[in-house]
């Protein structure tokens, strides 16, 4: 099947500081990608969606100013959480749609802001 | 709106067989699906219904009616190994993923 990988798998960092996700499409190229959060025992929380080489729509209530998503190419979407606080610590999962009905899971990234 | 609905949580026994129930309301349909996701992992893909009817795979089976909205995974054989979240979600008009909340399956011995 086909493969997405999400970089890093766990990241710790201070609060204030700013964090990158890095989410590729190993062997298919991806015009769009979603971001999620999950916090735990919660569904999926769609964040955005990311269209390569336009600016990505945010769903409501997702601060794009702290949530910077960058979709610079047809294999890689990244998420930046700038100014990261307590409350941004979640479980971010990234996935890249291959066609209309298909689309692949990143591995995910526990991100605890200390 | 659009809403999905499923249980919270269901308990089972190894061996045993469970059904897990989603009905759903949404604007358009362009197919179902269902997904694995153990704690602290992201989700993992189990089956597509975009026809009504019952598709199998292996110990997984899932089943489609649009009429009615529901659609429901059928898990046999249990392993202990099956004890994770199930997520129902329906893609809507706009392709877009609808996310039930899932349900927490126990699997006891």
């Known amino acids: 099947g086909a493969v997405v990988s999400q970089h890093p798998s766990r990241v710790i960092c201070k609060s204030g500081t700013s964090v990158k996700i890095e989410c590729r499409s190993l062997d298919f190229q991806a015009t769009t990608m979603f971001w999620y959060r999950q916090f735990p025992k919660q569904s999926l929380m769609l964040m955005a969606t990311?269209?390569?080489?336009?600016?990505?729509?945010?769903e409501q209530g997702v601060e794009k100013d702290k949530f910077l998503i960058n979709h610079a190419s047809l294999t890689l979407s990244t998420l930046t959480v700038t100014s990261a606080h307590p409350e941004d610590s979640s479980f971010y999962i990234c996935?890249?749609?291959?066609?209309?009905?298909?689309?692949?899971f990143g591995q995910g990234t526990r991100l605890t802001v200390v | 709106g659009q809403n999905i609905d499923q249980p919270t949580e269901m308990t089972a026994t190894e061996g045993a067989i469970v059904q897990i129930n989603c009905t759903y309301q949404t604007s358009g349909f362009n197919g179902l699906f269902w997904y694995q996701q153990h704690a602290g992992e992201a989700p993992t893909f189990l089956s597509y219904?975009?026809l009504d009817g019952l598709e199998e795979k292996g110990r997984f089976s899932s089943f489609l009616s649009r009429s009615k909205g529901y659609s429901y995974l059928l898990l046999k054989e249990l392993q202990m190994k099956d004890s994770a979240s199930y997520l129902c979600a329906v893609m809507d008009s706009n392709y877009q993923l609808i996310w039930g909340a899932g349900t927490k399956l126990i699997i006891k011995p």
């Open positions: 990311s269209n390569e080489g336009s600016k990505a729509t945010y």
């Open positions: 219904n975009v």
């Open positions: 996935s890249a749609r291959r066609t209309d009905t298909e689309a692949f």
